[in-house]
Each structure stands twice: as C-alpha cells, then as structure tokens.
C-alpha cells in the first residue's frame, strides 16, 4: 500500500517557518479576491494575517487544474465511464483491501450500519485503494478554483476557508499537503467541508487522518453514508429485464426515488432481482454501445450519489461492489 508522506506540522509552526518569503510576489499575493478573503479569515476565524499573506504568496495558479475541471470523466457515456472502474485489477486490489481490513471494515459496518463492500468500493472508485490520493498541493487546487475558475468560484472559496480552519483543527500542514484536482484529500477523497463535518477519529487517537490512519479512513467513509441514511441489507439497484421497449416518460428526471417499485411493474417494468413493489423507486437510463440499458433504483443509490452526484457514479461503485463482495466470498 502507497505510503504518503505524514502531515503532522502545525499550521502556525510552518508558516511562521515559512515568512522568510515574506513580501514575495505570488500568483495571488496581489489579487484584490485573496485579499479580501484574508480581510475575512480574520475576522471571521481569528487568523493572523501575516501567516496567511505567506502561505498565498506560495500558492500558484494551475492551468492544468482548469483544463481538467472541465473535462470530468463523468462527461462520459457508461460504457466508456465503466471500463474505467469494473476491471479484474481494482476487483483484485478491493478483495485484497478486504482481506488486509476485515476486522476494521466489520467493525466499521457493525457501528455504522454501511456495507463494507460499499465502503471499499468507494475506496477503490476514488484512489485505487490509496494508490492515487492526489498529486496537487491542496492549497495551489483550491486557490486556483476560488479566484480563477468564476463558475464556481463561490463554492471553492468555501472549500478554501474550510479548509484552512482544517488544518488547524487537524494540524494538516496546509502548504504541502496534497489532493485532487479539485482539493479533494485522503483514500476517500474528502472535501475540506466533508472532511471537517463526516470525518471520525475512529481509532480516538485524538486526530482524524484520511491519509494514513487506516480507522479513521475506514470509520469516516461509513459515518459518511451512515449520515446520508444508508439502510444496511436493503438493495441498492436492479436491472431492468424486460424485453419490450421502455416508455421514455417512465425515465425519472432524477436518482432521487419518487414513486413506489410497483409503479413500473404495472407499467409493464421487470427487474432481476425483483425489488419489494412498496419500496421507492427511481428508474435511471444508461448508455451502452448498443443502446439503452435500464435499471431499477432504490434509495441506497441515491445514498452514493451523495457522495458524488453522478448517476454513472453511482453505478460504477455499486457494480465494483458487487464484484468485490463475489470474488471476496470465493
């Protein structure tokens, strides 16, 4: 398992190492934007504004962030976005993950009341199991998104304030610590906002590591779903049988289940394995190279769309899940 590097510094303590560079111009040292954000960190959350000038005099501005915000793999069709995920190596490396953390992700179901399949599911979706937790500085990825990238810039900046009151929360060195693309940090790829309000001390060792602390890891990807009302043994999705041509009004505009299952199999649905007719439903449609395919969804579905909004997401883990938990059991 890839080890990352431990992220122990006090925010104050680096920083204060850090203002040799005081003065120095950044790519956002000058900004009107950072500046005002700044004004705002301290008097909303008490921090010194020296350190905080620092720290944005060595953030830089990553085109490569903006270019690859807008091309997210999400944009695929399920066909192509499957291949990505269902394949024998992330299967293999979740049945080993399994094997490695039993006794954890046991745990973690009991106390949680989450599948632990969906839990290394999620896991092996986001960072392959903790292969690949990010190789942007989060500070460089959530800076570049709050003053540069408008669209949706109100939400990063968001992100970035939380992220800072994270890092002295959790003592995280905010100027190395590292993430995704959009500052999304861990083996479960947490927003900072996530981090600070689904993330446990599951181990109560008095801090919460998604980097390396492998409970807290585990504990807070299952508090995550626990919060967002996960049921334990009730299904999650079922594909649709039916030979005949599905009506397009039957479609549901959203994952979020509206009507009971019995609503589409008086319309003539049939699903495998069946789902009780009185359980909300949601019928999503996905694109395959040969047409359609449909599939029946219950509200644990929509629970992982809470983690990301993508139905193809969803999906995605779900089917990694089903295979992990087949191959686990052989």
Not at 78 to 98: D, L, M, S
Not at 192 to 201: F, K, T
Request: proline share 4%; aromatic share 12%.
């Amino acid at each position: 398992m890839h080890k990352h590097k431990s992220i122990k510094i006090l925010f104050t303590t680096l920083l204060a190492v850090l203002s040799i560079g005081t003065g120095c111009a950044g790519d956002f040292s000058d900004n009107p934007q950072v500046q005002k954000f700044i004004d705002e960190m301290v008097v909303k959350h008490d921090f010194d504004r020296q350190q905080l000038e620092n720290l944005f005099a060595q953030a830089k501005k990553r085109d490569d962030i903006l270019k690859a915000i807008s091309r997210p793999a999400e944009g695929k069709a399920w066909y192509e976005y499957r291949q990505i995920f269902i394949k024998p190596r992330r299967i293999e490396g979740g049945v080993e993950f399994w094997q490695q953390n039993a006794a954890l992700l046991a745990k973690a179901e009991k106390e949680f009341g989450v599948d632990a399949a969906i839990i290394v599911a999620i896991i092996g979706v986001e960072t392959r199991y903790g292969a690949n937790t990010g190789s942007y500085r989060v500070i460089d990825a959530l800076s570049t998104l709050a003053f540069d990238y408008p669209r949706r810039g109100k939400f990063f900046r968001s992100e970035l304030e939380q992220f800072l009151i994270l890092s002295k929360e959790e003592q995280v060195d905010a100027a190395s610590a590292k993430g995704s693309y959009a500052g999304a940090m861990g083996y479960g790829q947490f927003i900072p906002s996530s981090y600070r309000h689904y993330a446990v001390d599951f181990d109560k060792d008095g801090k919460r590591d998604l980097w390396e602390n492998m409970d807290d890891i585990i504990g807070s990807v299952a508090n995550y779903f626990h919060q967002h009302h996960w049921k334990l043994g009730e299904p999650v999705a079922s594909k649709v049988i039916s030979k005949a041509a599905v009506p397009a009004d039957l479609v549901s505009g959203s994952v979020k289940p509206s009507e009971k299952a019995g609503h589409f199999y008086d319309a003539g649905i049939e699903v495998s394995p069946p789902l009780p007719a009185g359980m909300p439903a949601a019928l999503l449609k996905l694109e395959q190279r040969d047409g359609p395919e449909y599939w029946l969804v219950a509200d644990n579905f929509y629970v992982i769309t809470r983690y990301n909004r993508s139905p193809l997401y969803a999906m995605a883990v779900f089917q990694l899940s089903e295979a992990i938990r087949d191959a686990y059991k052989q």
